[in-house]
């Protein structure tokens, strides 16, 4: 199994996003995140609704993001939220749940989502990235903070090649998330083969 997660953004894709999810799915990486944060929840259900038929017949897991009543009423079982949505969350609606992440962005997010009850995080943006222009990375000493301040998986985010993947991992990461990358390459197969050779 995998450790890198696709975080979707089909804005990015130049083809046909589903066809593109499709072949993620079937490069097997460890999660698909389907983040698309700018449609609405009638529009986010229908896609989601989509790439869960998608994913059935593969070894991915599909996690919805933000829309944790919609995941519910999809029979999703795996859940990516915003810090300040899981604080709303009670104990009854996280329970309907077997896969719970987070994302954060300091230290302090990352020990309050693993109190909440989330079973692993995001932490960015660790690299440049064209995804937050003009923003500072944090950098992999914030990473190294973050993965000594929590016992659940952390999972780096912002920027990750497979060139800078092995500082990811050596400074503490259970792996890392990448957007770009997979939105945009021909052969998602390929890619996810350069971040395990490394």
Known sequence: MSD??????????????????????????????????????????????????????????????????????????????????????????????????????????AREAEKLGANYITAGHIFATDCKKGLPPRGLDFLREVCKSVDIPVYAIGGISPENFPQVTEAGASGACVMSGFMKCAEPKDLLNQFIRK
């Open 4 to 109: 890198i997660i696709c975080v979707t953004a089909r804005k990015l894709c130049g083809g046909d996003f589903l066809e593109q999810l499709s072949k993620i799915a079937e490069a097997a990486p460890k999660y698909i995140i389907l983040r698309e944060k700018d449609l609405d929840g009638p529009d986010y259900r229908a896609l989601a609704e989509k790439a869960m038929e998608i994913c059935q017949g593969s070894t991915t897991r599909l996690i919805l993001h933000y829309y944790w009543g919609t995941a519910i009423e999809l029979g999703s079982d795996s859940v990516h939220l915003p810090l300040h949505i899981l604080r709303e969350l009670t104990a009854e609606d996280k329970s309907r749940f077997s896969l719970v992440g987070a994302s954060c962005h300091s230290v302090e997010d």
